[in-house]
């Protein structure tokens, strides 16, 4: 069965600080994908990223960057240079091909002290 | 910005009271969502529709249920509301296979309390 493991409940960095969030995933799938999603406290969930089994490029937008790597089944989210407004729920998230439905991973919850 | 509501974003009310969450898009998206998020946090989904007609259930159970009568409105049932149904509940669209385009996009969610 599929499942996404987000260890950090909360974390807490200063502005300005790099901070890394986690996520292991399991799949008995070979082709799956794998999402994050950020939930301000507005509450809606706006997407960020989605990778596909066989793409472990790592991939950079800005401050935010995703490291892939299928041999420990991780999918971890790194924030440079954190910003007050980076303050959110992320959420880590797979889905297999075998259907549509997206599992989420229970959260992490990132605060940035200014 | 994605155009997806959801009504009321909050509600207040007794035990044994019928509710319904609206939840609409103006996107001509297949697919729509329900997901409940519990206040540690953590989303599960507990029904989905492929389109019009289409419904499934969730891997959570929920005791609440969905109709899917016209492509743009999923709207959400509880016929007896219980204080264990106090949540936040997600609705969300996709473009046919989710897995495709590689997003969904959420409503702002409907804050419920049951008393």
């Known amino acids: 069965a599929q499942k996404v493991t987000q260890a950090q409940t909360e974390i807490s960095v200063v502005e300005k600080e790099d901070v890394t969030l986690d996520c292991v995933y399991e799949t008995r799938d070979t082709t799956y994908y794998l999402f994050w999603y950020k939930q301000p406290p507005s509450g809606e969930l706006v997407f960020l990223i989605r990778r596909n089994s066989f793409d472990e490029q790592n991939e950079i937008s800005g401050r935010y960057s995703w490291n892939f790597q299928k041999s420990t089944s991780s999918f971890n989210f790194t924030i440079t240079a954190s910003q007050v407004v980076d303050s959110a729920v992320y959420f880590c998230a797979l889905s297999e091909n075998r259907d549509d439905k997206i599992i989420f991973g229970k959260g992490t919850r990132l605060h940035i002290l200014p | 910005e994605a155009d997806i509501y959801q009504t009321p974003r909050y509600l207040v009310i007794g035990t044994g009271k019928k509710i319904t969450l609206e939840c609409s898009q103006t996107m001509g998206h297949d697919k729509m969502y329900w997901y409940q998020q519990d206040p540690g946090m953590e989303l599960h989904l507990i029904h989905y529709s492929y389109g019009v007609n289409s419904t499934e259930k969730g891997d959570l159970s929920s005791e609440s249920t969905v109709s899917r009568i016209r492509t743009e409105h999923f709207p959400l049932t509880l016929e007896s509301a219980r204080p264990s149904h106090t949540s936040q509940y997600l609705c969300?669209?996709?473009?046919?296979?989710?897995?495709?385009?590689?997003?969904?996009?959420f409503g702002e969610g409907s804050r419920l309390t049951v008393l």
């Open positions: 969300a669209s996709s473009e046919f296979r989710t897995t495709v385009t590689g997003e969904l996009f």
